[in-house]
C-alpha cells in the first residue's frame, strides 16, 4: 500500500506540511513505520522527508540509495552511520537487522566509512582554502 502525501517544503511558522496538517504527517509516518520492519518513526520520518514514503520504493531504490537520499550530509550529528543501512537493510528483506549477513554488514560498514572519509576530506579542503 503506498502512502500519499504531497511534498512540498515546510515553513518553520507554519503548521501545515504540504497539503496535509501536522496531524496527518505523524499518521503517515506512523503507518510508514509500521510497515517496515526496523524503522521507528523518526527513521520513518527521514524516508519521507527523502520522498520514500512506501516499502515498494524503498525496495526499488534499495538501502544505499535511500540512505544517501537522506543522509546526504550525514546524520543530525554530520555523521555516516552504519546501522541506519543495516535497518533499511533489515526492512527491504523483512527481517531483523541483526540476521542480515555479516558480509553484507560488512560492506555497509565500510560504505558509510567510505562516506564519511570524503565528506571529512571535502571539509578539511575547505578549511585548508581559507587560509
Do not use: H
Amino acid at each position: 500500500m503506498a502512502l500519499a502525501y504531497d511534498f512540498k517544503p515546510q515553513n518553520k511558522n507554519s503548521k501545515q506540511v504540504g497539503d496535509r496538517n501536522e496531524m496527518s504527517t505523524e499518521k503517515v509516518v506512523k503507518d510508514l513505520a509500521k510497515q517496515l520492519r526496523n524503522v521507528g518513526p523518526k527513521l520513518a520520518a527521514k524516508l519521507i522527508e527523502a520522498r520514500i514514503d512506501s516499502p515498494e520504493k524503498l525496495r526499488r531504490l534499495g538501502a544505499k540509495k535511500a540512505f544517501e537520499n537522506m543522509y546526504a550530509t550525514g546524520d543530525s550529528y554530520g555523521d555516516f552511520n552504519a546501522a541506519y543501512l543495516y535497518a533499511l537493510e533489515g526492512a527491504i528483506r523483512d527481517c531483523d537487522w541483526l540476521d542480515i549477513p555479516d558480509k553484507i554488514k560488512q560492506e555497509y560498514k565500510e560504505y558509510a566509512q567510505n562516506l564519511q572519509s570524503k565528506k571529512d576530506l571535502k571539509a578539511n579542503q575547505a578549511l585548508n582554502s581559507d587560509g
